[in-house]
């Protein structure tokens, strides 16, 4: 800066002398105006121009202004001053300050473009990563100190090179033609465009950059400019974080494994207690069925001796007063009455047989001691059987009647339940009619189906009580001063269901019927 100093103030006392010798010739030896003029102005431009600077060009326009007017003045007589002999002086006077108007432009226009320059030239040099320009042939023409720091050059050693030094061989041939194809069609490319770029350091190894590129153009050439990021570090993090990912992921696949393991665990665990629970409840509800049934079998054994003390008292004491008598009927004037106290003998023994066989149906019913064994059988001969067995029992003048209709073939079908069934009917029948009523049976084969039908015209059952009338126990009230167990029918409702039946009942005053329906099994096949 000193130096500079020095310089300007040389020049510009040169500059001072060169004015004041030609301002004391113009006044020693006066001449031609105009040609003093002009080699003033010549001279004074060409010092002005080949090296006043700063703010000392200004300084000596003044003082040449100032010689030109005394240099006037004195080389003029008074009688000749005017405008005419002056004109050569002020167009002097006109010239150096039009010449300080453009060089003050000038010194501001290259004062800017040096500050420009200087920020632009502290950017670049002070830029936090690698800063090159490369012209349109590949050759470095600009490195920033980042970019030495980076590739290990310094920057004497690669402006003038070609691009290619550093890039890594095996993607040097590629590059050139990538950076070919780049100049003649050159757009701008951000940083982490997708590319993954290596470079080449001055010792040799390689390290993965981020490149992005910018162009301008200059005297029509595009310069290219690539700004250069070593992303190594990053690299590393990323490959950390990617390593930590999987590592996570890994972890939280072997979790879900675990936890869809213990959930299995856990499952299988509650479906064994879920298991255990059920077959809990399941015994507690077979235990309460059999404590049930215990009771209900201990009701029904003290309901039967109850009832048995009872029913069987009045038949016995029929038989015994039957039994007196005959013996005291020797002769055979009285066998009518030998044959009516017979009569009566057999129906209080039947009595107390039906009593007997409803106990003992109902209590293998409740312990689950009765199968169903179905046989080829003939309907209609085997009613008739019974129907043959029930006129022994029934009274002096009630009638059983017995129509069959359909096919008499024989079916499948269990014969004990069938006698159980229609003795009972036949029994209720007998024993709430008349001594002159009339018992119809019916039996029909029809759409894999038998029907059975018995009617008697006995005193009926009251429509209100008829919903009770299979309930174990049930009585009517009508019926009350007429032994029985209120049993019968109860076996008969459940003898029905076990073979997947039904049993409806019709009754008015005078009429009671009851309907029964048993699906048949097919026939086994011969073939």
Do not use: C
């Amino acid at each position: 800066m000193k130096l500079r100093v020095d310089s300007d103030l040389r020049l510009f006392l040169i500059g001072v002398l060169l004015i004041t010798a030609v301002s004391l010739g113009v006044v020693i030896a006066p001449g031609n105006n105009a040609a003093w003029s002009t080699a003033y102005i010549l001279f004074h431009l060409y010092f002005l121009w080949l090296g006043v600077r700063g703010k000392y060009y200004s300084v000596l326009a003044i003082i040449a202004t100032v010689s030109i007017i005394l240099a006037y003045f004195l080389s003029i007589e008074r009688d000749d001053w005017g405008l005419a002999t002056f004109s050569g002086s002020l167009i002097a006077i006109f010239t150096v300050w039009t010449v300080v108007y453009f060089m003050y432009r000038q010194k501001r226009h290259i004062a800017k473009e040096l500050k420009d320059k200087a920020r632009l030239d502290a950017m670049f040099e002070n830029a936090t990563e690698g800063m090159l320009m490369v012209d349109h042939a590949g050759e470095i023409i600009l490195f920033n100190a980042y970019a030495e720091q980076l590739f290990g050059y310094n920057r004497s050693e690669v402006i003038g090179s070609s691009m290619e030094k550093l890039i890594p061989s095996r993607f040097a041939k590629q590059h050139v033609t990538h950076r070919k194809g780049y100049h003649a069609a050159p757009r701008n490319r951000p940083m982490g465009a997708g590319l993954e770029l290596y470079a080449l350091h001055k010792d040799g190894h390689e390290f993965p950059v981020e490149i992005s590129l910018g162009h301008f153009k200059a005297d029509s050439e595009v310069v290219v400019i690539a700004f250069v990021n070593d992303i190594s570090e990053r690299k590393k993090a990323a490959e950390q974080i990617r390593r930590e990912q999987e590592r996570t992921k890994q972890l939280n696949e072997e979790l879900e494994l675990r936890v869809i393991e213990r959930t299995s665990d856990l499952a299988a665990a509650l479906d064994r207690l879920k298991t255990t629970n059920e077959n809990l409840q399941s015994m507690e509800v077979e235990l309460l069925k059999t404590l049930e049934k215990e009771r209900e079998l201990g009701e029904l054994k003290s309901r039967f001796v109850t009832m048995a003390s009872h029913e069987f008292r009045t038949p016995l004491s029929t038989i015994l007063s039957s039994l007196f008598l005959l013996e005291n009927y020797g002769r055979d004037e009285y066998e009518q009455a030998k044959a009516t106290h017979m009569s009566r003998i057999k129906r209080a023994v039947n009595n107390m047989t039906s009593i007997l066989n409803d106990f003992l149906s109902l209590s293998k019913m409740e312990e689950g001691k009765v199968e169903i064994t179905y046989a080829e059988m003939d309907i209609r001969q085997r009613i008739v059987e019974i129907v043959d067995e029930m006129n022994t029992v029934k009274k002096r003048d009630q009638t059983i009647r017995y129509e069959h209709m359909g096919p008499t073939d024989e079916i499948l079908m269990d014969e004990q339940f069938l006698r159980n069934i229609l003795i009972n009917l036949v029994s209720n029948a007998i024993k709430f009619s008349g001594d002159d009523g009339t018992i119809s049976i019916g039996s029909t084969i029809a759409g894999g189906k038998l029907r059975l039908q018995v009617t008697d015209n006995g005193v009926g059952i009251p429509e209100e009580e008829q919903k009770h009338l299979f309930n174990r126990f049930f009585r009517a009230r009508n019926v009350q001063n007429i032994n029985g167990t209120g049993l019968g029918l109860h076996i008969v409702k459940r003898y029905v269901d076990m073979m997947k039946g039904t049993i409806s009942l019709t009754s008015v005053q005078g009429e009671t019927s009851f309907a029964i329906e048993i699906p048949l099994l097919p026939e086994p096949s011969l073939g």
